[in-house]
C-alpha cells in the first residue's frame, strides 16, 4: 500500500489542531472586544473566560490526548511496514470521529454525542494497537 494515503488522515488531524487554535483566538478577541472578560484573572485562571472560550480551549487539550496515540500508532505502522487498507480505514475512522469530537465540543457540547465520538476513536486506536502488536 502506499504510504502517502496513511499520511492524509495524520494531515487532517493536524489541521484540525491548528483550526481550533485559529478558533480559540477569534473567541478570545470577540470576548475581549465585548468586555466580557477580565484579562488581568485570565492569566492565572482559564476559568475567568466565558464558557464559549473554555469550551475551545477545553478541545485544545483533547487534541492532546488520543490524537497523540494516533500519531504514533500510524507512523509505528509505517515503520514496521504493515500498513493496510483496515488500517487506512481505522485512521480515516478516527479522523473523522474527532472532527466530530470538536465540532460537538465547540458547539453545543452535548456530552452524549461528544461521548459517542470520542469512544468511536477510541475503539479505532484500540483495534489498531491490536493489529500492530500482532
Known amino acids: 500500500m502506499d504510504v502517502e494515503l496513511m499520511l ?3 494531515i487532517v488531524q ?5 483550526a481550533v487554535f485559529i478558533l480559540l483566538g477569534i473567541r478570545k478577541l470577540k470576548s475581549v472586544k465585548a468586555g466580557t472578560v477580565d484579562l488581568k484573572k485570565t492569566a492565572l485562571d482559564n476559568s475567568a473566560w466565558p ?25 509505528a505502522f509505517i515503520l514496521v511496514k504493515t500498513e493496510s487498507v483496515f ?3 481505522m485512521a ?23 461521548s459517542r465520538a470520542f ?3 477510541c475503539a479505532c486506536l484500540i ?4 493489529l500492530l502488536a500482532i
Request: glycine letters at 4%; zero cysteines.
Open 92 to 114: 480515516w475512522v478516527f479522523v473523522i470521529s474527532r472532527l466530530f469530537h470538536a465540532y460537538i465540543h465547540v458547539g453545543s457540547n452535548y456530552v452524549l454525542n461528544r
Open 127 to 130: 483495534i489498531m494497537s491490536a
Open 14 to 18: 493536524v489541521f484540525l489542531t491548528i
Open 8 to 10: 492524509w488522515p495524520v
Open 119 to 121: 469512544f468511536v476513536g
Open 51 to 75: 464558557d464559549e472560550v473554555r469550551k475551545v480551549s477545553n478541545n485544545i487539550q483533547n487534541q492532546f490526548q488520543l490524537p497523540v496515540i494516533f500519531y504514533v500508532l500510524v507512523f
Open 87 to 89: 488500517v487506512l480505514v
